[in-house]
Protein backbone atom coordinates (compact mmCIF):
# COMPACT_ATOMS: atom_id res chain seq x y z
CA UNK A 1 0.00 0.00 0.00
CA UNK A 2 1.01 3.97 -1.16
CA UNK A 3 2.68 5.56 2.14
CA UNK A 4 3.29 9.76 2.23
CA UNK A 5 4.69 10.74 4.82
CA UNK A 6 4.27 14.31 6.33
CA UNK A 7 7.85 15.45 7.84
CA UNK A 8 7.41 17.23 10.75
CA UNK A 9 10.30 16.13 13.32
CA UNK A 10 8.69 14.89 16.25
CA UNK A 11 5.26 15.36 14.63
CA UNK A 12 6.26 13.65 11.49
CA UNK A 13 3.35 11.16 10.50
CA UNK A 14 2.17 8.82 7.70
CA UNK A 15 -0.56 8.85 4.93
CA UNK A 16 -1.99 5.21 3.98
CA UNK A 17 -3.22 5.29 0.72
CA UNK A 18 -5.16 2.34 -0.54
CA UNK A 19 -8.71 0.72 -1.55
CA UNK A 20 -10.13 -1.21 1.12
CA UNK A 21 -7.70 0.67 4.12
CA UNK A 22 -10.89 1.21 5.70
CA UNK A 23 -10.88 -2.44 7.17
CA UNK A 24 -7.46 -2.21 8.49
CA UNK A 25 -8.39 1.11 10.63
CA UNK A 26 -7.73 -1.06 13.75
CA UNK A 27 -4.83 -2.36 13.10
CA UNK A 28 -3.40 1.02 12.20
CA UNK A 29 -4.46 2.15 15.10
CA UNK A 30 -2.95 -0.56 17.35
CA UNK A 31 0.30 -0.46 15.19
CA UNK A 32 0.31 3.59 15.86
CA UNK A 33 -1.26 4.05 19.57
CA UNK A 34 -1.24 0.28 21.21
CA UNK A 35 -4.41 -1.14 22.90
CA UNK A 36 -6.32 2.42 23.71
CA UNK A 37 -9.69 3.46 23.40
CA UNK A 38 -11.53 5.07 20.79
CA UNK A 39 -14.10 7.52 19.37
CA UNK A 40 -15.14 7.60 16.26
CA UNK A 41 -17.21 11.17 15.01
CA UNK A 42 -19.32 10.63 11.99
CA UNK A 43 -22.35 12.46 10.32
CA UNK A 44 -25.33 10.55 9.01
CA UNK A 45 -24.60 10.24 5.57
CA UNK A 46 -21.73 8.46 6.18
CA UNK A 47 -22.56 6.31 9.56
CA UNK A 48 -25.23 4.23 7.19
CA UNK A 49 -21.93 3.68 4.57
CA UNK A 50 -19.07 3.11 6.52
CA UNK A 51 -19.42 3.47 10.37
CA UNK A 52 -20.07 -0.50 11.13
CA UNK A 53 -16.98 -1.31 8.83
CA UNK A 54 -15.08 1.37 10.95
CA UNK A 55 -16.32 -0.30 14.24
CA UNK A 56 -15.85 -3.74 13.05
CA UNK A 57 -11.92 -3.54 12.21
CA UNK A 58 -11.34 -1.48 15.14
CA UNK A 59 -13.20 -3.61 17.34
CA UNK A 60 -11.79 -6.78 15.57
CA UNK A 61 -8.13 -5.30 17.07
CA UNK A 62 -9.09 -4.83 20.81
CA UNK A 63 -10.01 -1.65 20.66
CA UNK A 64 -12.50 -0.39 23.35
CA UNK A 65 -15.25 1.97 20.70
CA UNK A 66 -17.61 4.37 21.08
CA UNK A 67 -19.40 6.08 18.15
CA UNK A 68 -21.21 9.42 17.84
CA UNK A 69 -22.99 10.26 14.74
CA UNK A 70 -23.46 13.92 13.89
CA UNK A 71 -26.19 15.97 10.97
CA UNK A 72 -24.23 16.33 8.23
CA UNK A 73 -23.77 20.05 6.22
CA UNK A 74 -21.09 22.67 7.04
CA UNK A 75 -24.10 23.97 10.14
CA UNK A 76 -22.33 21.19 12.24
CA UNK A 77 -18.74 23.00 12.23
CA UNK A 78 -19.97 24.94 15.10
CA UNK A 79 -19.50 25.94 18.63
CA UNK A 80 -22.64 23.89 20.28
CA UNK A 81 -21.32 21.10 18.03
CA UNK A 82 -17.80 21.12 19.56
CA UNK A 83 -19.57 21.21 22.83
CA UNK A 84 -21.63 18.59 22.13
CA UNK A 85 -18.17 16.24 21.23
CA UNK A 86 -16.90 17.17 24.09
CA UNK A 87 -19.99 16.08 26.59
CA UNK A 88 -19.57 12.97 24.39
CA UNK A 89 -15.61 12.10 25.39
CA UNK A 90 -16.46 12.99 28.70
CA UNK A 91 -19.34 10.40 29.53
CA UNK A 92 -17.19 8.04 27.60
CA UNK A 93 -14.18 8.71 29.64
CA UNK A 94 -11.65 9.40 27.07
CA UNK A 95 -8.21 10.00 28.50
CA UNK A 96 -4.95 11.24 26.72
CA UNK A 97 -3.67 8.33 25.94
CA UNK A 98 -6.97 7.89 23.56
CA UNK A 99 -8.07 8.81 20.35
CA UNK A 100 -10.66 10.38 18.55
CA UNK A 101 -11.52 9.53 14.77
CA UNK A 102 -12.71 11.50 11.80
CA UNK A 103 -14.57 9.79 9.74
CA UNK A 104 -16.20 12.03 7.25
CA UNK A 105 -15.28 14.70 5.25
CA UNK A 106 -14.09 18.03 6.12
CA UNK A 107 -16.76 19.42 8.41
CA UNK A 108 -16.11 16.45 10.54
CA UNK A 109 -12.21 16.36 10.15
CA UNK A 110 -12.52 20.18 11.15
CA UNK A 111 -14.46 19.84 13.98
CA UNK A 112 -13.49 16.39 15.39
CA UNK A 113 -9.92 17.93 14.78
CA UNK A 114 -10.50 21.08 17.25
CA UNK A 115 -12.22 18.72 19.80
CA UNK A 116 -9.39 16.75 19.79
CA UNK A 117 -6.99 19.25 20.00
CA UNK A 118 -8.07 20.87 23.35
CA UNK A 119 -9.99 18.24 24.73
CA UNK A 120 -7.77 17.43 28.27
CA UNK A 121 -5.35 19.82 26.51
CA UNK A 122 -5.08 17.76 23.24
CA UNK A 123 -6.05 13.62 23.00
CA UNK A 124 -4.71 11.78 20.00
CA UNK A 125 -6.26 12.75 16.43
CA UNK A 126 -6.84 10.11 13.45
CA UNK A 127 -8.42 11.07 10.39
CA UNK A 128 -10.50 9.09 7.93
CA UNK A 129 -11.59 11.23 5.06
CA UNK A 130 -14.41 10.33 2.88
CA UNK A 131 -14.57 13.03 0.58
CA UNK A 132 -12.37 13.90 -2.09
CA UNK A 133 -11.63 17.24 -0.82
CA UNK A 134 -11.15 16.08 2.64
CA UNK A 135 -8.47 13.28 0.88
CA UNK A 136 -6.97 15.42 -1.16
CA UNK A 137 -6.87 18.35 1.12
CA UNK A 138 -8.20 19.15 4.36
CA UNK A 139 -6.94 16.00 6.13
CA UNK A 140 -3.54 16.68 5.93
CA UNK A 141 -1.88 19.49 7.19
CA UNK A 142 -3.69 19.88 10.57
CA UNK A 143 -5.43 23.04 9.93
CA UNK A 144 -8.75 22.18 12.38
CA UNK A 145 -11.63 24.87 13.17
CA UNK A 146 -14.96 25.81 13.92
CA UNK A 147 -17.14 28.74 11.94
CA UNK A 148 -18.72 31.38 13.74
CA UNK A 149 -21.84 33.25 13.10
CA UNK A 150 -19.38 36.07 12.11
CA UNK A 151 -17.04 33.91 9.61
CA UNK A 152 -15.73 31.04 8.49
CA UNK A 153 -12.99 29.08 10.28
CA UNK A 154 -12.33 31.43 12.69
CA UNK A 155 -11.81 29.37 15.86
CA UNK A 156 -8.98 26.89 15.27
CA UNK A 157 -5.72 25.52 15.47
CA UNK A 158 -3.00 23.64 13.77
CA UNK A 159 -3.33 20.31 15.02
CA UNK A 160 -1.58 17.52 13.23
CA UNK A 161 -2.94 13.78 13.38
CA UNK A 162 -1.44 10.70 14.46
CA UNK A 163 -2.04 8.90 10.80
CA UNK A 164 -4.68 9.99 7.87
CA UNK A 165 -5.50 6.76 6.47
CA UNK A 166 -7.04 7.20 2.74
CA UNK A 167 -9.27 4.40 1.29
CA UNK A 168 -9.88 6.08 -2.36
CA UNK A 169 -13.42 3.13 -2.25
CA UNK A 170 -15.39 5.91 0.04
CA UNK A 171 -14.99 8.03 -3.41
CA UNK A 172 -17.92 6.08 -5.16
CA UNK A 173 -20.33 6.84 -3.07
CA UNK A 174 -20.28 10.30 -3.53
CA UNK A 175 -22.34 12.60 -4.90
CA UNK A 176 -21.37 14.71 -8.39
CA UNK A 177 -21.77 17.56 -6.69
CA UNK A 178 -19.39 16.38 -3.69
CA UNK A 179 -17.20 15.02 -6.43
CA UNK A 180 -16.96 18.13 -8.54
CA UNK A 181 -15.89 20.09 -5.33
CA UNK A 182 -12.83 17.95 -4.73
CA UNK A 183 -11.91 18.19 -7.92
CA UNK A 184 -11.33 21.96 -7.95
CA UNK A 185 -9.11 21.66 -5.37
CA UNK A 186 -7.03 18.48 -7.63
CA UNK A 187 -6.95 20.76 -10.32
CA UNK A 188 -5.13 23.41 -8.52
CA UNK A 189 -2.41 20.88 -7.33
CA UNK A 190 -1.96 20.61 -11.29
CA UNK A 191 -1.73 24.34 -12.04
CA UNK A 192 0.36 25.20 -9.00
CA UNK A 193 2.92 22.70 -8.68
CA UNK A 194 2.70 19.14 -10.41
CA UNK A 195 2.49 19.31 -14.26
CA UNK A 196 2.39 15.78 -14.73
CA UNK A 197 -0.58 15.40 -12.79
CA UNK A 198 -2.42 18.26 -15.06
CA UNK A 199 -1.00 15.97 -17.60
CA UNK A 200 -2.96 13.00 -16.43
CA UNK A 201 -5.83 14.30 -15.18
CA UNK A 202 -6.55 16.14 -19.24
CA UNK A 203 -5.81 12.60 -20.24
CA UNK A 204 -8.76 11.23 -17.91
CA UNK A 205 -10.83 14.23 -18.09
CA UNK A 206 -12.62 13.61 -21.74
CA UNK A 207 -14.13 9.74 -19.73
CA UNK A 208 -15.39 11.93 -16.94
CA UNK A 209 -15.89 10.58 -13.58
CA UNK A 210 -15.77 6.69 -14.07
CA UNK A 211 -12.00 7.73 -16.12
CA UNK A 212 -10.78 9.73 -13.57
CA UNK A 213 -11.60 6.72 -11.01
CA UNK A 214 -9.46 4.56 -12.68
CA UNK A 215 -6.81 6.28 -12.14
CA UNK A 216 -8.03 7.45 -8.83
CA UNK A 217 -4.38 5.94 -7.25
CA UNK A 218 -2.29 7.82 -8.97
CA UNK A 219 -4.44 11.14 -8.49
CA UNK A 220 -4.48 10.78 -4.50
CA UNK A 221 -0.84 10.10 -4.08
CA UNK A 222 -0.07 13.41 -6.61
CA UNK A 223 -2.25 16.14 -4.36
CA UNK A 224 -1.54 14.17 -1.25
CA UNK A 225 2.47 14.37 -1.98
CA UNK A 226 1.97 18.21 -2.82
CA UNK A 227 0.10 18.94 -0.23
CA UNK A 228 2.67 17.58 2.49
CA UNK A 229 5.69 18.62 0.52
CA UNK A 230 3.71 22.35 1.01
CA UNK A 231 3.11 21.61 4.86
CA UNK A 232 6.79 20.04 5.66
CA UNK A 233 7.75 23.46 4.62
CA UNK A 234 5.20 26.13 6.35
CA UNK A 235 3.48 24.00 8.77
CA UNK A 236 2.04 27.49 10.00
CA UNK A 237 0.83 28.84 7.07
CA UNK A 238 3.00 31.94 6.94
CA UNK A 239 4.54 31.82 2.90
CA UNK A 240 4.93 29.31 0.76
CA UNK A 241 1.39 27.21 2.09
CA UNK A 242 -0.62 30.18 0.56
CA UNK A 243 0.30 28.77 -2.97
CA UNK A 244 -2.45 26.69 -1.96
CA UNK A 245 -4.56 29.21 -2.50
CA UNK A 246 -4.48 29.35 -5.84
CA UNK A 247 -7.90 30.97 -7.39
CA UNK A 248 -9.10 31.18 -3.51
CA UNK A 249 -9.08 34.72 -3.20
CA UNK A 250 -11.97 35.27 -6.41
CA UNK A 251 -13.69 31.60 -4.82
CA UNK A 252 -14.37 33.57 -1.49
CA UNK A 253 -15.16 36.80 -2.62
CA UNK A 254 -17.43 35.05 -4.92
CA UNK A 255 -19.27 33.06 -2.08
CA UNK A 256 -19.67 36.07 -0.04
CA UNK A 257 -21.07 37.88 -3.06
CA UNK A 258 -23.53 35.16 -3.58
CA UNK A 259 -23.93 34.49 0.77
CA UNK A 260 -22.53 30.78 0.37
CA UNK A 261 -25.71 29.99 -1.65
CA UNK A 262 -24.94 30.00 -5.18
CA UNK A 263 -21.37 28.02 -6.46
CA UNK A 264 -19.82 25.33 -4.44
CA UNK A 265 -16.57 26.07 -3.29
CA UNK A 266 -14.86 24.10 -5.93
CA UNK A 267 -16.64 25.55 -8.80
CA UNK A 268 -15.84 28.72 -7.21
CA UNK A 269 -12.59 28.25 -7.08
CA UNK A 270 -12.78 26.19 -10.66
CA UNK A 271 -14.03 30.01 -11.54
CA UNK A 272 -11.38 31.52 -9.67
CA UNK A 273 -8.50 29.93 -11.21
CA UNK A 274 -9.81 30.48 -15.10
CA UNK A 275 -10.21 34.48 -14.51
CA UNK A 276 -6.93 35.14 -12.59
CA UNK A 277 -5.10 33.02 -15.41
CA UNK A 278 -6.61 34.71 -17.96
CA UNK A 279 -6.13 38.17 -16.30
CA UNK A 280 -2.53 37.49 -15.49
CA UNK A 281 -1.69 36.23 -18.87
CA UNK A 282 -3.31 39.32 -20.46
CA UNK A 283 -0.58 41.30 -18.05
CA UNK A 284 2.35 39.37 -19.58
CA UNK A 285 2.55 37.47 -16.10
CA UNK A 286 1.59 33.94 -17.35
CA UNK A 287 3.14 32.06 -20.83
CA UNK A 288 1.08 32.67 -23.34
CA UNK A 289 -1.48 29.18 -24.14
CA UNK A 290 -1.52 28.53 -19.99
CA UNK A 291 -5.37 30.02 -20.25
CA UNK A 292 -6.19 28.11 -22.54
CA UNK A 293 -5.12 25.13 -21.75
CA UNK A 294 -6.79 25.50 -18.40
CA UNK A 295 -9.92 26.53 -19.96
CA UNK A 296 -10.31 23.22 -21.82
CA UNK A 297 -9.12 21.23 -18.88
CA UNK A 298 -12.09 23.02 -16.75
CA UNK A 299 -14.37 22.91 -19.23
CA UNK A 300 -14.60 19.20 -20.40
CA UNK A 301 -14.97 18.76 -15.79
CA UNK A 302 -18.12 20.63 -16.28
CA UNK A 303 -16.54 23.59 -14.03
CA UNK A 304 -18.31 27.18 -14.53
CA UNK A 305 -15.97 29.90 -16.50
CA UNK A 306 -18.82 32.68 -16.37
CA UNK A 307 -20.46 34.28 -13.72
CA UNK A 308 -24.08 35.55 -13.93
CA UNK A 309 -25.31 38.35 -11.64
CA UNK A 310 -22.07 39.88 -10.30
CA UNK A 311 -19.97 42.91 -10.82
CA UNK A 312 -16.90 43.00 -11.03
CA UNK A 313 -17.06 45.72 -8.18
CA UNK A 314 -19.05 44.04 -5.87
CA UNK A 315 -16.23 40.83 -5.85
CA UNK A 316 -13.38 43.33 -5.76
CA UNK A 317 -14.72 44.99 -2.52
CA UNK A 318 -15.23 41.43 -1.43
CA UNK A 319 -12.04 40.21 -2.26
CA UNK A 320 -10.61 43.35 -0.68
CA UNK A 321 -12.38 42.57 2.45
CA UNK A 322 -11.30 39.06 3.07
CA UNK A 323 -10.06 38.65 6.57
CA UNK A 324 -6.22 37.53 5.44
CA UNK A 325 -6.15 40.54 3.82
CA UNK A 326 -4.43 43.16 5.63
CA UNK A 327 -3.35 46.72 4.50
CA UNK A 328 -3.63 47.80 1.06
CA UNK A 329 -1.48 44.67 -0.30
CA UNK A 330 -3.52 41.66 -1.34
CA UNK A 331 -0.76 39.10 -2.16
CA UNK A 332 -2.42 36.66 -4.65
CA UNK A 333 -1.45 33.33 -6.68
CA UNK A 334 0.16 33.88 -10.16
CA UNK A 335 0.74 30.61 -12.60
CA UNK A 336 3.80 31.29 -14.74
CA UNK A 337 2.96 28.47 -16.47
CA UNK A 338 0.80 24.89 -15.85
CA UNK A 339 3.22 23.42 -12.83
CA UNK A 340 4.77 26.59 -11.42
CA UNK A 341 3.69 29.93 -9.43
CA UNK A 342 4.61 32.54 -7.72
CA UNK A 343 3.11 34.91 -4.93
CA UNK A 344 2.65 38.44 -5.63
CA UNK A 345 1.76 41.34 -4.10
CA UNK A 346 -1.27 43.34 -5.88
CA UNK A 347 -3.78 46.39 -4.95
CA UNK A 348 -7.21 47.06 -6.16
CA UNK A 349 -5.83 47.94 -9.67
CA UNK A 350 -4.59 45.00 -10.50
CA UNK A 351 -8.16 43.83 -10.79
CA UNK A 352 -9.88 45.86 -13.06
CA UNK A 353 -10.99 44.49 -16.20
CA UNK A 354 -10.41 40.88 -14.64
CA UNK A 355 -14.49 39.62 -15.51
CA UNK A 356 -14.04 41.00 -19.40
P1 LIG B 1 -18.54 17.74 4.05
O1 LIG B 1 -17.77 17.22 5.17
O2 LIG B 1 -19.77 18.54 4.35
O3 LIG B 1 -18.91 16.52 3.09
C1 LIG B 1 -19.68 16.77 1.96
C2 LIG B 1 -20.96 15.91 1.95
O4 LIG B 1 -20.62 14.58 1.57
C3 LIG B 1 -21.66 15.79 3.30
O5 LIG B 1 -23.04 15.82 3.09
C4 LIG B 1 -21.24 14.40 3.78
O6 LIG B 1 -22.19 13.85 4.65
C5 LIG B 1 -21.13 13.66 2.51
N1 LIG B 1 -20.18 12.54 2.48
C6 LIG B 1 -18.96 12.47 3.04
N2 LIG B 1 -18.33 11.37 2.64
C7 LIG B 1 -19.18 10.71 1.83
C8 LIG B 1 -19.09 9.51 1.08
N3 LIG B 1 -17.97 8.79 1.05
N4 LIG B 1 -20.15 9.12 0.35
C9 LIG B 1 -21.29 9.88 0.33
N5 LIG B 1 -21.42 11.03 0.99
C10 LIG B 1 -20.36 11.44 1.73
O7 LIG B 1 -17.68 18.69 3.11
P2 LIG B 1 -16.24 18.58 2.42
O8 LIG B 1 -16.45 19.12 1.06
O9 LIG B 1 -15.62 17.24 2.59
O10 LIG B 1 -15.38 19.60 3.29
C11 LIG B 1 -15.71 20.97 3.37
C12 LIG B 1 -15.18 21.51 4.67
O11 LIG B 1 -13.78 21.34 4.69
C13 LIG B 1 -15.44 23.00 4.86
O12 LIG B 1 -15.91 23.22 6.17
C14 LIG B 1 -14.08 23.64 4.67
O13 LIG B 1 -13.92 24.81 5.42
C15 LIG B 1 -13.17 22.54 5.16
N6 LIG B 1 -11.80 22.59 4.64
C16 LIG B 1 -10.78 22.47 5.52
C17 LIG B 1 -9.48 22.49 5.09
C18 LIG B 1 -8.36 22.29 6.07
O14 LIG B 1 -7.20 22.45 5.70
N7 LIG B 1 -8.67 21.91 7.30
C19 LIG B 1 -9.19 22.60 3.72
C20 LIG B 1 -10.26 22.73 2.82
C21 LIG B 1 -11.56 22.70 3.30
N1 LIG C 1 -6.45 24.30 2.45
C1 LIG C 1 -5.35 25.15 2.58
C2 LIG C 1 -4.36 24.75 3.62
O1 LIG C 1 -4.39 23.68 4.16
O2 LIG C 1 -3.50 25.53 3.92
Redesign the pocket.
Known amino acids: MPMITVPLGERTYPIHIGSGLLDCLGTHVVEALGEISVAVVT????AP??LARAEKSLEAAGLRVCTITLP???Q??CLDQLANLYAFLCENRLTRKDAVIAL???????LT?LAAATFLRGVHFIQV??????QV?????????V?LPQG??LV?AFYQPEFVLVDPD??????DE?WR??LG?VVKYGCIGDADLFALLEGCAPGGRAALMARIDDILLHCIQAKADVVAQDEKDTGLRMT?NFGHTIAHAVETCQHYEGLR??EAVALGMHVMTRLTEQKGMTAPGTAARLDALLHQLDMPMELPGLSEEDVISAMFMDKKYSGKVLRVIVLNEIGKCFIHPTDVSFFHGMMK
Not at 129 to 134: F, G, K, Q, S
Request: hydrophobic residues 25%.
Open positions: DDNVLYHGETKGGGVIGDGPTTLLADSSVGGKVADKNGTLTTLTYDGELHG
